[in-house]
T-cell receptor, first 115, second 113 residues
Framework: DAGVIQSPRHEVTEMGQEVTLRCKPI?????LFWYRQTMMRGLELLIY????????DSGMPEDRFSAKMPNASFSTLKIQPSEPRDSAVYFC?????????????FGQGTRLTVV | QKEVEQNSGPLSVPEGAIASLNCTYS??????FFWYRQYSGKSPELIMF????GDKEDGRFTAQLNKASQYVSLLIRDSQPSDSATYLC?????????????FGKGTKLSVKP
């Protein structure tokens, strides 16, 4: 398996623009997690899905952030409008809940810069 | 609100020495603990996990749990320059998936040749 695939790897956008980050989880995994990593706050969970249903979105910072998982093989994290303080590395991770090993595997991340 | 605290470092050790990384947690009810390694510019990868039933060894890595003091440590024996990375400690937010985690901010380890 190719692992968790995120795109784009790097994104530079202007303040006020819409940004969409994409994630393809590992095939067969039933849970997907979006994390954000900054120097100040570290690695924080934004939202997670189980069987394509959002379970906990308490980490989503503002209404400007939204996430969807239309099917088991694809998820998006959207920021609209973007702000400079949204600059961070966004990671997607997936795991298989219900098996003996629920280890979460991380994608390579998307480095977002909002100028 | 569960919290995980780590010394940000950097922790510098000579090659071949033992590196000791520590993490404290706020929720006395936490039962499982995870150590992730993150190389600069890369994603976190799980290297060790430990449950409440004692210490765990895997190759050069040993995770130790002290429930009375609410801290978890990671020992790296015979440290190598390739061990230079940031080590993140994490606890589950709930009793479910290992993916729903609260992370510490990490300790940066530097192993000098």
């Amino acid at each position: 398996d190719a692992g968790v695939i995120q795109s784009p790897r790097h994104e530079v956008t202007e303040m006020g623009q819409e940004v969409t980050l994409r994630c393809k989880p590992i095939s067969g995994h039933n849970s997907l997690f979006w994390y954000r990593q900054t120097m100040m706050r570290g690695l924080e969970l934004l939202i997670y899905f189980n069987n394509n249903v959002p379970i906990d979105d308490s980490g989503m910072p503002e209404d400007r952030f939204s996430a969807k998982m239309p099917n088991a093989s694809f998820s998006t994290l959207k920021i609209q409008p973007s702000e400079p303080r949204d600059s961070a590395v966004y990671f997607c991770a997936s795991s298989l809940i219900g098996s003996g090993n629920t280890e979460a595997f991380f994608g390579q991340g998307t480095r977002l810069t909002v100028v | 609100q569960k919290e995980v605290e780590q010394n940000s470092g950097p922790l510098s050790v000579p090659e071949g020495a033992i590196a000791s990384l520590n993490c404290t947690y706020s929720d006395r009810g936490s039962q499982s603990f995870f150590w992730y390694r993150q190389y600069s510019g890369k994603s976190p990868e799980l290297i060790m996990f430990i449950y409440s039933n004692g210490d765990k060894e895997d190759g050069r890595f040993t995770a130790q749990l002290n429930k009375a003091s609410q801290y978890v440590s990671l020992l790296i024996r015979d440290s190598q320059p390739s061990d230079s990375a940031t080590y993140l400690c994490a606890v589950p937010r709930d009793g479910g998936s290992q993916g729903n985690l609260i992370f510490g901010k990490g300790t940066k380890l530097s192993v000098k040749p």
